[in-house]
């Protein structure tokens, strides 16, 4: 039995209620990052020091042509990432791609799909924003440092 792609049975990324959403909206995938102790445990899942531990979360549901046939199932990815993120840092992410598939064993026979793998691929951008104080000194108009 060979396990491969059914082009009638897909994934899609919805909301909890099942509702199908832009995987590129906001809010539409969660990231939380779970460097701080009450992130633990998120996803049944402790980080790891001297790395950026970070959940990914939303809900997919199975489709067969254009009528879902499965509640929104929740998924939870932990990513750890090596980040150099200054203390007092703020992380925001944002998604770049995204793509599922749904590969079954019984394929031709929808009767005899008891089980259903779902593969999740996303590509996502992390940015670091820190807020910063300058100094910059006052110039004269012909450009002399006056304090």
Not at 74 to 97: M, N, R
Request: contains cysteine; neutral net charge.
């Amino acid at each position: 039995m060979l396990k491969h792609c059914c082009p009638l049975i897909t994934c899609r990324l919805t909301d909890p209620q099942g509702n199908p959403v832009n995987p590129y909206a906001p809010d539409s995938i969660i990231y939380t990052e779970l460097g701080l102790p009450q992130h633990g445990n998120q996803c049944g899942y402790f980080p790891k020091p001297n790395n950026l531990q970070v959940a990914i979360e939303g809900y997919i549901a199975v489709y067969t042509e254009e009528k879902r046939i499965s509640p929104p199932i929740p998924f939870c990815i932990i990513e750890s990432l090596s980040l150099s993120v200054p203390k007092g840092s703020t992380l925001t992410f944002q998604l770049k791609s995204f793509r599922c598939w749904a590969v079954s064993d019984w394929c031709e026979d929808s009767s005899k799909m008891e089980r259903i793998k779902l593969l999740i691929s996303m590509k996502t951008d992390a940015f670091s924003r820190s807020a910063v104080t300058l100094s910059v000194p006052q110039v004269d108009s012909g450009f002399h440092v006056i304090d």
